[in-house]
Nanobody, 122 residues
Framework: QVQLVESGGGLVQPGGSLRLSCAAS???????????MGWYRQAPGQQRELVAG???????NYADSVKGRFTISRDNAEKRVYLQMNSLKPEDTAVYYC?????????????WGQGTQVTVSS
């Protein structure tokens, strides 16, 4: 059993902030720290895109469109990953998905949450 549950989405005015949270649970997440985590988003009619990622050692990367505005972090003890979003723009409107990924020499583990809607509008 594997579960990723996102929360924290909602409606916010341009320039506002939101903090998304993703909680991991289930047998495969008994050692959460071995998974690379990421936040993706998908706007209507567009492909899903990577917003931010964080490796098992805490190295982060961001899409150019969110650099300087979004911050990804993780709490391995709580089995959570966060996305702090500041200076939000209407073009940030999308469904945001949490992803957990791990690859071994034998197989890959790739899990997704159900998504949380973020709407930036005045």
């Amino acid at each position: 059993q594997v579960q990723l549950v996102e929360s924290g989405g909602g409606l916010v005015q341009p320039g506002g902030s939101l903090r998304l949270s993703c909680a991991a649970s289930g047998t495969f997440f008994s050692i959460f720290s071995i998974y690379a985590m990421g936040w993706y988003r998908q706007a209507p009619g567009q492909q899903r895109e990577l917003v931010a990622g964080i490796t098992t050692s805490g190295i982060t990367n961001y899409a150019d469109s969110v650099k300087g505005r979004f911050t990804i972090s993780r709490d391995n003890a709580e089995k959570r990953v966060y996305l702090q979003m500041n200076s939000l723009k209407p073009e940030d409107t999308a469904v945001y998905y949490c992803n957990a990924y791990r690859a071994t020499s034998l197989t890959k583990y790739d899990y997704w949450g159900q998504g949380t809607q973020v709407t930036v509008s005045s």
